[in-house]
């Protein structure tokens, strides 16, 4: 599992976003994102990002995932893993699906399928922070410091506010590089 996350963690380095996720807006709120200073503004920014990435383009689509998250929520992981199968046949493309069922191996712990369902969600979208901290979690809780590191590194560079993912870069950076954090 440890090549997996090192190859997910440098494979987005600066891949073009797909086709579906090349909303005109995205460039401006990642960019604001990346400026933003305040906590309520980062959360704003997110929210508006999140509502572009969840927009599927298909209401058959919206349903199966609304079903599958309505299906982890109460624990039905099969359930909700078929649904998110099914909109996986459905739109390969969408990066979204590809994270919620990241999330969803990793409830199961099936850690390597999340990891290889992170690496297609940076695919699709290479300035995915969410899919970027899930990788560094999965490195971190592998032992893989390093990878964990610049995944988190990653992540924060995107969106600064994640303020849990910057400590732990914070912790990580004195532990691999054995200096304080700047």
Do not use: C
């Not at 579906?20 to 305040?38: G, M």
């Not at 990066?95 to 290889?116: K, N």
């Amino acid at each position: 599992m440890r090549t997996l996350l090192l190859a997910i963690a440098f494979a987005a380095a600066a891949v073009p976003a797909s086709a579906d996720q090349k909303d005109p807006q995205l460039n401006r709120l990642f960019n604001q994102l990346a400026a933003v200073r305040s906590l309520p503004e980062a959360v704003n920014l997110e929210a508006q990002i999140t509502a572009i990435w969840t927009r599927s383009g298909s209401d058959t689509v919206d349903v199966l995932m609304a079903r599958a998250e309505a299906a982890a929520e109460v624990q039905d992981l099969a359930t909700a893993k078929r649904l998110l199968d099914a909109v996986i046949e459905m739109k390969p493309a969408f990066a979204e699906v590809w994270l919620r069922r990241a999330e969803l191996f990793i409830a199961m712990d099936s850690l390597e399928e999340a990891a290889a369902d992170l690496a297609q969600t940076l695919d699709l979208e290479p300035r995915h922070f969410k899919a970027l901290a899930l990788v560094g979690r999965l490195a971190d809780q592998a032992g893989d410091k390093r990878a964990a590191l610049d995944a988190y590194r990653r992540a924060i560079a995107i969106n600064p506010m994640m303020e849990a993912i910057a400590r732990r870069a914070g912790q990580l950076t004195i532990e691999v590089e054995r200096k304080p954090p700047t």
